[in-house]
């Protein structure tokens, strides 16, 4: 397809037909190109030379070799080095079985480690490991062994311990599937993997890397990148199905958690509100009836969010693709032809659902899509939201997967295309949303979905539950994730079911979750209980200062997922991927690199008083607090205590933070910039900055200043601006890690600035530098300029006793 992607597919019928909710980027005619729109770019397979013999066919392009051999058949992908990055298993290649499931079967080696796969439990690495794909409503699941989980992402990156190089496995499909890898053992075949799906073909893009970040940026350019949500997402998402649950005025109950909040110093940017909005009285008692309002607890929606919009709070309504058969509007919505049918065609499919039977929307026709639109415009966003929270959209009720679906009027069965709903689901969103608020950019949140999800929506794991194992392990889902493409995403803070957490697994996982891209503590707690920030007054004090650090880091990780909207690259990266040079590193999934210069290593064991850190080799890291110096290649045992959550900044790493502390993202700017830099080496960061809010971004109106970092004698810091949006800036404080020595000078562009010894007068400055002894750094404080500049500082030696 591309010089560094190949795509082998096998059928088991008579054509290859193109018709893919998926790829965004094809170099095939495909039948939903007009679905698709301008999401989907056409290109021209890449160019490659063909020797045909009589033993093996050999094809060769400008980074791969592809060799096919003819018998016994197998197909080898090489690199141009010749290392062998894929090889078929003789006779074991391509199979259809007794039940006809498609089976794809690979050569590996004892020393492979395989990662991705979506949303998994159980370690990063999957060696020896069965995962399965088969999307579930998992309330309360193990996070070591429960499987499957919510999300369909049929995709993984193998990497070789011994030749460091990675290649990606994205299985281009959407039935239920599962993956051994290497756990199946037989003496008559090398060890190997095998990839086995319920139906459709081996459809194969085999990506090369060599590394692990090239490969997640190509399987993004195969099915897109993450969307670019409003600033918001990146606040604290106050969530509880405890508040819309109460038997009336639910709507005042959210006011006041809002009201403590401000009261407690606790930044806040929305909220996430469960579906006890919807119950009505029904013939079989109080049931969740879908895109209806319960006015004893929301007497008056719009009011309700316009409230909470002029306090700056973002309202996320829970919305679901089931109707119970005792939905008051059910009727009507039958008329109109919206449901996935039965396997014989004549009626609606029935499903198990949340409170009942029910039936379940047909997001593949065209026609469900209109309808739902408009129902969803009528009575979710005409009362003042942009942003839905789409939930429970498995399709995991529907037992009968031969239950009919429209597929854009070619006809599929549920089996093949439930995976894709909560895409489609998302897509039709995403339309509502963009025509019914000119120029909103859409906040959508999103329980399941299939590859590709990451272009509509931030995602989280499901419902975990409370325990310190789910804050251990949720780390690992997390990262899967990440090397998924799906950037924005995170796990529900202090477990999503069972008892409440106590006071100390609260503060550790409110601040492991400071570094999530998604940030929201959500709970339905199993003894009444209702977590809350504020819940142990005790440590309320470590829980407001992880949250306030979240904002503070807003301009880092703002500028992380326009990062990620551009590249693919992702937001929380697993030091095997930051680090592929280190093996040391493959196993690693509790610290995670956050952007290319934060190394995270959260307390997550009860009762600790030191925690044992690996700095991966070749490598220098700073202590953020202390900004105490490591060498990488060793472990370190650092003391903490219960408002310790370890941060190391890495050599070469800038780190943009909010000077001014911000308590609401909608309604505050960060004002000031303070940009902590370690000039061991020569380093790059682009800062980005937009209104948060529009679309206009699309349009040129945005800001990247690019900061490059020259190491040595004299440390240069070079500003870059490109783009059209007017920066709010006012104010930059350059706080540069420098244990050695204190700087000789300080200049911006060709003027010196004045050197202030004492701090107290440097405070008071308006421009100057100062060297902190007590942070061995040197800080340079200036009104933040308009246009490019450049900062020097020199290291050289001042000869005293020579003058």
């Known amino acids: 397809m591309t010089d560094d992607i190949v795509r082998i597919r096998a059928g088991f019928t008579p054509d290859f037909t193109e018709e893919s909710y998926t790829l965004v980027t094809t170099a095939w ?40 051999e003819k018998d016994p058949f197998r197909i080898c992908v090489y690199d141009l080095d010749g290392t062998l990055l894929h090889a078929d298993v003789v006779d074991l290649g391509y199979l259809e079985d007794s039940n006809h499931r498609r089976i794809h079967t690979s050569e590996i080696t004892s020393d492979d480690r395989f990662y991705g796969f979506g949303e998994t439990t159980g370690p990063l690495n999957k060696s020896q490991k069965l995962v399965t794909m088969s999307p579930k409503d998992a309330m309360g699941y193990d ?14 990156i193998k990497l070789g311990r011994a030749t460091r190089k990675a290649v990606g496995y994205f299985y281009h499909n959407t039935y239920d599937c599962d993956f051994d890898m290497g756990r199946e053992k037989s003496n008559y ?23 692990v970040r090239d490969v997640v940026q190509r399987y993004t350019t195969l099915t897109g990148r993450s969307a670019m949500l409003p600033k918001t997402a990146f606040g604290y998402l106050g969530s509880s199905m405890y508040y819309p649950e109460l038997p009336a005025d639910c709507d005042k109950a959210i006011a006041e958690f809002m009201d403590i909040a401000e009261e407690q110093d606790i930044p806040m940017d929305g909220f996430q509100l469960s579906s006890g909005y919807t119950q009505q009285e029904t013939s079989v008692g109080l049931k969740r009836c879908v895109l209806t309002w319960n006015d004893q607890r929301f007497p008056d929606p719009a009011a309700f969010f316009s409230d909470m919009a002029r306090r700056g709070i973002t309202v996320s309504p829970n919305v679901k693709p089931g109707v119970l058969t005792v939905h008051p509007d059910l009727e009507e919505m039958k008329s109109e032809g919206i449901f996935v049918k039965d396997s014989d065609g004549g009626d609606w499919a029935v499903g198990t659902w949340w409170g009942g039977k029910g039936h379940f929307v047909d997001f593949t026709s065209p026609d469900a899509r209109a309808v739902w639109k408009r129902r969803l415009t ?41 995976a894709v709903m909560p895409n489609l689901m998302c897509h039709v969103t995403q339309e509502a949303i963009t025509e019914a608020t000119e120029d ?3 906040f959508i949140v999103c329980r399941s979905g299939h590859a590709g999800i990451q272009r509509y929506a931030q995602t989280w794991a499901g419902d975990n539950s409370t325990s310190w194992d789910s804050l251990a392990h949720n780390i690992a889902t997390m990262l899967g994730m990440s090397l998924s493409g799906v950037a924005n995403q995170g796990t529900d803070i202090g477990g999503f079911y ?37 819940m142990y007054g005790e440590v309320t004090h470590h829980v407001r200062d992880a949250i306030q650090f979240r904002y503070r880091l807003f301009p880092y990780l703002y500028s992380l997922m326009a990062r990620a909207h551009d590249s693919g690259l992702p937001i929380t990266e697993p030091l095997c991927s930051a680090f592929q040079h280190d093996p040391a590193c493959d196993e690693e999934g509790i610290d995670f690199m956050l952007g290319d210069a934060l190394l995270v290593a959260n307390v997550v064991t009860q009762g600790a008083s030191t925690r044992r850190v690996y700095l991966p080799e070749g490598e220098q890291f700073y202590d953020f607090a202390t900004r105490e110096a490591y060498t990488g290649g060793q472990t370190v045992d650092i003391p903490v205590d219960l408002g310790s959550f370890p941060l190391f900044i890495r050599g070469g790493g800038i780190v943009p933070l909010a000077l001014n502390q ?30 948060g809010v529009s679309r206009k971004y699309e349009n040129g109106q945005s800001l990247r200043t690019e900061i490059t970092m020259t190491a040595g004698e004299h440390v240069v810091l070079n500003f870059a601006r490109q783009g059209e949006f007017q920066s709010v800036l006012q104010e930059i404080l350059v706080d540069v890690v420098h244990p050695e020595k204190a700087p000789f000078w300080v200049s911006v562009d060709d003027t010196v600035i004045p050197h ?3 701090a107290e007068r440097f405070a008071r400055a308006e421009t100057g530098w100062h060297y902190s002894q007590s942070l061995k750094s040197v800080l340079i404080k200036l009104p933040y300029p308009g246009g490019d500049f450049r900062i020097t500082i020199s290291f050289e030696q001042f000869d005293m006793i020579g003058i």
């Open 440 to 442: 909103a950019r859409p």
């Open 29 to 68: 005619p495909d039948r939903l190109d007009e679905f698709m729109g301008e999401q989907r770019t056409r290109i021209s397979p890449a160019a490659a030379d063909l020797e045909d013999g009589s033993t093996k066919a050999v094809v060769t392009g400008r980074r791969l070799r592809i060799e096919i």
């Open 756 to 758: 202030h010894l004492n």
């Open 143 to 156: 996070p070591r062994e429960t499987d499957p989980l919510y999300k369909h992402i049929p995709f993984y």
């Open 498 to 534: 069972g008892p409440a957490p106590e006071a100390e697994l609260l503060v550790r996982w409110v601040q492991h979750g400071a570094f999530q891209p998604r940030f929201s503590i959500h709970s339905v707690n199993t003894d009444n209980t209702v977590t809350e920030p504020w």
């Open 662 to 691: 911000m308590h609401n993202l909608a309604q505050e700017e960060v004002t000031g910039l303070r940009l902590v830099c370690a000039p061991d080496r020569d380093g790059r960061f682009v800062l980005y900055e937009d209104d």
């Open 378 to 418: 009528r009575e979710v966003l005409d009362m003042g939201t942009t942003s839905v929270w789409n939930d429970n959209c498995e399709y995991d009720g529907l037992v009968d997967k031969d239950s009919r679906c429209a597929f854009d009027g070619s006809g599929g069965t549920i089996g093949r295309l439930k």
């Open 189 to 211: 075949w090398p060890a190997h993997s095998r990839y086995r799906t319920d139906g459709g073909d081996i459809d194969l893009f085999l990506i090369a890397g060599p590394a």
